[in-house]
C-alpha cells in the first residue's frame, strides 16, 4: 500500500505511535526548552498545511501525529470546516471535562489516515481544562467545529483516530486531492460516492477487521 501523506514530517497511517497513549508532561518541563521545540516543530509543520485551500487544510495537530508521544495539540479555533481557518492555539496536556448530550454530525478528514474522511458524530459543546505555553492553566468552552477538532486531537493522544467512531461504512469516504473542494466547501460529504472499503482501511492501517474498528 503507498501512502500519499502530503508532508515527510506526518509518521505513516500504521505507525504504532497512533495507537498509543500519549505522555503527558510533568508541570516543571511545560515551559522547558524542549517542550519549545517540540511546539516550534508542530507549528511549522501546520503553518505549512494551511497554505492550499485546494488540498486538505489542517484545523488542528497532535503531537504524535509527527512522531512525538507527547500531550501537546494545535487547535485552530477559528476554522470553520469550509476552508477558512487564522488562529493556531497551542494546548498542553488537554482533557476534555465535560461533553454535552447534544450530538450532531460532520465530515473529518486526517493528515494520518491518508485519504481516508468520514461523518462522525459528537458532542457539539465541550469544556476543556489544558496548560498555556507559559504554564498557565486554563479552562475554555467551545462549540460547533472547533469542539469538533479538539475531541478528535485529544482521541489522538490517547491512541484513537476519527474511524473508530464510524460503525456505518457508507459514511467512511475516500477523497482524492483534487476532491477536496468540493468535499469539504460545498459539503459534497453529506451524499458522497467513493466510499473507502473497510478493508481498504485495515490495509491502509496493516492491521485485523477487529483491532481496526478500535
Excluded at 505522555?23 to 524542549?34: F, H, L, R, V, W
Excluded at 487564522?86 to 488537554?94: A, H
Excluded at 460547533?144 to 467512531?165: C, P
Amino acid at each position: 500500500m503507498a501512502y500519499k501523506t502530503l508532508s515527510p514530517a506526518f509518521v505513516k497511517p500504521n505507525s504504532p505511535i497512533l495507537i498509543k497513549l500519549a505522555k503527558a508532561i510533568p508541570s516543571a518541563e511545560i515551559t522547558a526548552k524542549e517542550t519549545k521545540e517540540t511546539i516550534s516543530k508542530m507549528l511549522k509543520v501546520a503553518l505549512g498545511e494551511q497554505m492550499d485551500i485546494a488540498k486538505p487544510i489542517l484545523v488542528g495537530l497532535a503531537a504524535p501525529q509527527i512522531g512525538i508521544s507527547k500531550r501537546i495539540i494545535l487547535v485552530d479555533v477559528k476554522a470553520n470546516g469550509k476552508g477558512i481557518v487564522g488562529d493556531l492555539r497551542v494546548y498542553i496536556n488537554p482533557e476534555i471535562v465535560e461533553v454535552s448530550k447534544e450530538t450532531a454530525e460532520w465530515y473529518e478528514g486526517c493528515f494520518s489516515t491518508d485519504r481516508v474522511c468520514g461523518v462522525v458524530e459528537r458532542a457539539i459543546s465541550i469544556t476543556i481544562k489544558a496548560f498555556t505555553p507559559e504554564g498557565k492553566e486554563v479552562t475554555e468552552k467551545h462549540s460547533g467545529y472547533t469542539a469538533r477538532i479538539f475531541q478528535h486531537e485529544i482521541d489522538h493522544l490517547n491512541g484513537k483516530e476519527f474511524v473508530s467512531h464510524i460503525t456505518d461504512d457508507d459514511k467512511l469516504h475516500w477523497v482524492e486531492d483534487g476532491q477536496f473542494p468540493e468535499y469539504r466547501n460545498k459539503e459534497g460529504w453529506r451524499n458522497w460516492k467513493f466510499l473507502c472499503s473497510r478493508e481498504k482501511w485495515m490495509k491502509i492501517k496493516g492491521t485485523s477487521k477487529k483491532s481496526a474498528l478500535l
